[in-house]
């Protein structure tokens, strides 16, 4: 059973980086603004695969709701071309469908780590107080 992750996990990886690098130098939709793909889960019968994203436009600091849709909608377009692209590259028997997801892990780190630094400066403006 664990082989069967291993394989899974090493798939996933191989997957990710070959896509990377596809949505870099392939993609030329004018849409899609710079995409980082995060992580990748391939089924255990190797069926599908959900690749996680994160996306920034130029001169953005956070993606909005609809940057975000229209990154997802884009790369669900992609979707056949790249799983294509990625069967010429790979030397597995069956290529995985690709289901994009936006990855939210990011955001709520970032929103926790302000909660927690917000708290902090308020305890140590109340024992300054004191």
Same mark, same amino acid.
Request: net charge negative; charged share 30%.
């Given at each position: 059973?664990?082989?069967?992750?291993? %394989?899974?996990?090493?798939?996933?990886?191989?997957?990710?980086?070959?896509?990377?690098?596809?949505?870099?130098?392939?993609?030329?939709?004018?849409?899609?603004?710079?995409?980082?793909?995060?992580?990748?889960?391939?089924?255990?019968?190797?069926?599908?695969?959900?690749?996680?994203?994160?996306? $920034?436009?130029?001169?953005?600091?956070?993606?909005?709701?609809?940057?975000?849709?229209?990154?997802?909608?884009?790369?669900?377009? $992609?979707?056949?071309?790249? %799983?294509?692209?990625?069967?010429?590259? $790979?030397?597995?028997?069956?290529?995985? $469908?690709?289901?994009?997801?936006?990855?939210?892990?990011?955001?709520?780190?970032?929103?926790?780590?302000?909660?927690?630094?917000?708290?902090?400066?308020?305890?140590?403006?109340?024992?300054?107080?004191?």
């Amino acid at each position: 059973m664990t082989n069967d992750y291993s %394989r899974t996990q090493r798939l996933g990886e191989q997957i990710k980086r070959d896509l990377a690098q596809m949505l870099q130098f392939q993609a030329k939709d004018p849409r899609l603004g710079i995409v980082t793909l995060n992580a990748v889960k391939v089924a255990t019968d190797l069926g599908y695969a959900d690749i996680y994203f994160t996306v $920034m436009k130029p001169g953005m600091v956070e993606a909005d709701d609809e940057t975000v849709k229209e990154t997802e909608a884009v790369l669900a377009d $992609m979707a056949g071309f790249l %799983r294509s692209e990625l069967s010429q590259v $790979m030397t597995t028997r069956i290529t995985p $469908m690709l289901r994009f997801h936006y990855d939210v892990a990011l955001e709520r780190g970032h929103k926790l780590t302000n909660l927690i630094n917000k708290a902090v400066s308020e305890d140590k403006g109340r024992s300054g107080d004191e």
